[in-house]
């Protein structure tokens, strides 16, 4: 072997631990979990995305609004912006982006899970990708395309005491209603 070998086989480890090190990992959280630990749950539309240096911190800030369409749990007006690090500043081809925060596009629709604030103002929703369902209309009807939206519904709609609005759901083919999702996560923070 020769020495040149020998040291990019010692140099592996170490290059290997170093990548794994920038991933970001995060841990599958339930429904109910981020239904009862969100401060701020709501379905609503973006209506508008800006990336720019944050004034507070300094860092390169994502900030995304959205028109509230329904609260379902905590208060906010009819527009509510949200600031997540990361983003492309305009006119830059750099991109600043952290693994696991979601991304919004004008004009799409999802019901979004907040955690409180940090001291600088930041949120991305519980569990990143996880906490923000995204709406899509499937045969006229409003339905969230998610396995485990679909699954919380069912097992809702089983458990409890099926609500009108919950018996009045639309059946879809795949994923869940909203209304069907909404209404879930409400008995969820109801118990």
Do not use: C, W
């Not at 944050?54 to 912006?81: L, P, Q, W």
């Not at 923000?132 to 919380?152: C, K, L, M, P, Y």
């Amino acid at each position: 072997m020769t020495r040149i070998s020998q040291t990019l086989l010692a140099l592996l480890p170490a290059l290997l631990i170093s990548t794994a090190a920038l991933a970001t990992t995060v841990l599958p959280i339930s429904l109910e979990r981020m239904s009862k630990k969100a401060e701020l749950i709501f379905y609503g539309s973006v209506i508008s995305n800006e990336v720019k240096i944050d004034e507070i911190s300094g860092h390169v800030a994502t900030f995304t609004t959205f028109n509230v369409i329904d609260v379902i749990k905590g208060s906010t007006g009819d527009t509510h912006t949200i600031k997540q690090i990361g983003g492309q500043l305009p006119g830059s081809k750099v991109i600043y982006k952290i693994h696991g925060v979601p991304r919004f596009t004008i004009g799409e629709k999802t019901v979004v899970f907040m955690p409180k604030e940090s001291r600088l103002g930041f949120a991305s929703p519980i569990g990143l990708s996880q906490g923000h369902f995204t709406v899509r209309e499937q045969n006229g009807v409003n339905t969230i395309n998610d396995s485990r939206a679909a699954q919380a519904v069912r097992a809702n709609s089983t458990r409890a005491t099926k609500t009108q609005e919950t018996k009045s759901s639309p059946q879809v083919r795949s994923g869940a209603s909203l209304a069907g999702f909404l209404q879930t996560v409400r008995d969820l923070i109801a118990e």
